[in-house]
C-alpha cells in the first residue's frame, strides 16, 4: 500500500487530482469509479481545472457511481448522480450517455442492483476507483456490520451514525434516506487501481485503526483494501493523526 501524507486538505486534492488527469491522459477511454462528498469536492474542482489547462479530454471515458441513495432519482439534488453531474460531468467534456449510477428509483430495487453489477462485471471492473471514508471507516456505501460484507450492488440500511453524518447536505435529517445502494466490496476490489483520500481530525480514528491494525475487520470495511495490489492512500496530516508508523 502506498502511503501519502500531505499537510492540508488542498495539498490532498490536489495530489488526488493529479492521479486522476494523468490516469485519464494516459487512458483515454478508462472507466472510472467516483464518489460523492466532501473529501472529494477540492479532488474534483482541481481535477476539472487541470483538465481544462492541460486539454485533458474525457470524451472516451465512463463514468460510474459507486452509490446512490433509495428511491432518488438521477435529478434529485440530494443524489449522488446529481452530486457528480454538478461537480464533474458539467465541467468536463464527458458524453453524459457514458455516465452511469444505480437505478436507486427503480420498483425493483434488488433486479437495478443485479443489472448494475453484471453492468460493471461486463466491464472487467474499474480502471480506477476514487474513494473516500466515513467516519466509521466505510467505503462506498458499505457499512460496518459483524455479520457479512456484499460483494455485489445491494440495498444497505445506512446506520444512524452515517445518517447523522451526512445530514449537513439536507435541509432537514429526516430528509436523509435510511437506505442506500452501493457498490459491494467485491466490485471495489475488483478495480485495477484504488485511490482513497481522506481528510480532518474526523477520519484520524477510522484511519488509526485500518493502518494501525493489519487485519480484516468487518467493522471496518476499508480494511479490505489491504489485500489489494494497488492502493494509494491521500490522507492529510489530521487524517493520519492516530497512524502509529507510515
Ligand atoms: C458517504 C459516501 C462515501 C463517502 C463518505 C464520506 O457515506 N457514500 O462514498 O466516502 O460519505 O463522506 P465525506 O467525504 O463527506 O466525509
Redesign the pocket.
Known sequence: MNIEVVSNYEKMSAEAARLLVDFVKANPNANLCL??????EGTFDKMCELARAEGVSFRGISSYN??EYATLSKTNENGYYYFLNKFVYSRVDIDVKNTYAPEADAADLQAACDAYTERVRALGGFDFIL????SDG?I??NMPKLDKLCLDTHIEDLTED?IKA?ARFFSHISEVPRQAVTIGVGLIMQSKKIVLVASGAGKAAAIGRFLNNRVLDPMLPASVLWLHPDVTLILDEAAAGEVKNI
Do not use: Q
Request: cysteine-free.
Open positions: 464518489p460523492t462528498g466532501g473529501s472529494v459507486m452509490d474513494l473516500g471514508i466515513g466505510h462506498a456505501f452515517t451526512n
